[in-house]
């Protein structure tokens, strides 16, 4: 009979980093017996989120440097980070928009988020958010800290997808949101310490800006999630998290 041992500490870690790298990205994730629970990866969301931006970042410096104008190099930094991810947290920002403003009730509005098609909302805040995260890094692409700011947008938005499953209850247990659960207070704690770590790329001043008005957006949306549909789903995760990193990187592009 076999008998199934507990898991090392690094087994966990490698389990909990692959269904990061699984769920968060396109990256294939290590191919091992036991895959960690998706809440329980949740400390290292904010470093997949730093990675996603730091390639990014340094995809647009990269075209800047060898002569690109700064708006072509921005965008190439924007379609990295959106192939990455496979546009996982844009289509949870634009069924969100849909559902949240086109909706009569509660049950209609879910109805609308689940569905695959994009609506007038979905995609007036897709276009919004994308031209903001453009114009912004329109900004920074020809300087070498496009790369801290990015890693920073990217681990500081993933810590508020977080932040929201703790706090904000879930309302499809069905939904991706649903089915990871909560995560917990020492997942937290350390997608916290990374996501802090992360700033000391930038200047001191930089982080108060970022900390200050960085999770506004999210902490409105949130909000009106809890107001429009009772608490969060996995498309509002992702809405959650456009909204953050637009909002940090215009941030940190007029700092």
């Not at 692959?18 to 895959?35: N, Q």
């Not at 190439?76 to 844009?90: N, S």
């Not at 549909?229 to 959650?240: I, K």
Request: one cysteine or more; hydrophobic letters at 50%.
């Amino acid at each position: 009979m076999h008998n199934q041992e507990t898991p090392t500490v690094f087994e966990r870690i490698r389990n909990d980093i692959s269904t990061a790298l699984g769920l968060l990205t396109i990256v294939p994730a290590w191919r091992h017996p036991e895959r960690g629970k998706v809440a329980s990866s949740a400390w290292c969301w904010p470093l997949i989120g730093a990675l996603v931006g730091a390639v990014a970042g340094l995809a647009g410096y990269v075209a800047s440097a060898v002569g690109l104008a700064p708006g072509i190099a921005a965008a190439l930094a924007v379609a990295l980070a959106i192939a990455t991810t496979g546009g996982l947290h844009e289509d949870g920002l634009a069924d969100t928009a849909d559902g949240l403003l086109g909706g009569r009730n509660k049950a209609s509005r879910l109805r609308i988020m689940h569905d695959s098609r994009i609506g007038t909302f979905g995609a007036l805040a897709l276009f919004i958010v994308l031209v903001l995260r453009w114009s912004a890094i329109s900004e920074l692409v020809a300087e070498w800290r496009i790369v801290a700011c990015m890693a920073v947008a990217g681990a500081f938005s993933r810590m508020v997808m977080v932040a929201a499953m703790h706090f904000v209850p879930t309302v499809d247990s069905s939904g991706l949101s649903g089915r990871a659960g909560k995560p917990s207070r020492k997942a937290m704690w350390i997608g916290g310490a990374t996501t802090l770590g992360s700033m000391a790329a930038i200047n001191s001043s930089q982080i108060l800006t970022v900390l200050a008005l960085g999770a506004i957006p999210a902490i409105a949306l949130l909000y009106l999630a809890r107001k429009r549909v009772g608490g969060q789903t996995g498309d509002v995760l992702g809405a959650s998290q456009q909204a953050t990193e637009a909002s940090v990187l215009v941030a940190l592009s007029t700092s």
